[in-house]
């Protein structure tokens, strides 16, 4: 059994923006707020810490007090965007708990008591000791990004993106992954993809 204080969140906030004109998804503004301002305030009630994963508006980021990751750039050349595994990558390394749950920033209307129904949906359904790590779907698809992950698969990690691999996809299937439906709909896993979608 794992509690609150055994898990780190992890904001990913690093994307290049392509959808939205190149800008910044945290930054923009959605339901009268930031949407980093709105994922720091959904999961911090239901973590130990905060990390935020960001490539771009360091400064800005670091004004809400959490400790801000870059993409390292030892895989896949020069480029700073180097996919949302690198922004887990450096996660678990400066990840101070057993276990690190990953947020995309563009998916801000999930339940506040997320990680309280996971914890119970796994603990009730899945015994199996040796799964390190899980990941969210409803009946309709995967959401491959909204995982939970122990920091043991870090060395794991790290291979698969020296071999410059980059899909989630595959990694779960590397690491031997479980999915947990947690009966949401669609709806709570909206993208925000679109610069239509924040007004």
């Known amino acids: ?4 204080n ?3 969140g992890l904001i990913l906030a690093g994307g290049e923006g392509r959808r939205v004109s190149g800008k910044d998804k945290g930054l923009l503004s959605y339901k009268g707020s930031s949407l980093i301002e709105l994922q720091i305030a959904w999961l911090a009630p239901q973590v130990k810490g905060l990390l935020i994963s960001a490539n771009r508006n360091i400064d800005q980021y670091k004004e809400f ?6 993409d390292q750039t030892r895989h896949h050349g020069s480029s700073q965007f180097n996919g949302p595994l690198n922004g887990v990558l450096e996660a678990l390394q400066n990840c101070a708990t057993e276990w690190l749950f990953v947020q995309p920033i563009d998916v801000p209307n999930l339940p506040d008591n997320l990680i309280d129904r996971l914890h119970k949906k796994i603990f009730t359904q899945q015994h199996d000791t040796s799964v390190n790590c899980y990941y969210l779907r409803t009946t309709q698809r995967e959401h491959y990004l909204s995982m939970l992950i122990h920091r043991c698969c870090l060395p794991k990690l790290d291979a698969f993106l020296a ?3 980059r899909r989630v996809k595959d990694f779960h299937a590397m690491i031997g992954s479980i999915s947990i439906d947690l009966n949401l709909d669609e709806d709570a896993f909206k993208n925000l993809n679109s610069i239509g979608d924040y007004r």
């Not at 059994?1 to 609150?4: G, K, L, N, P, Y």
Request: zero cysteines; glycine letters at 0%; a negative charge.
């Open 1 to 4: 059994m794992f509690t609150r």
């Open 6 to 8: 055994d898990i780190t």
């Open 65 to 70: 007090n959490n400790l801000v990751l870059q």
């Open 163 to 165: 071999e410059n691999n």
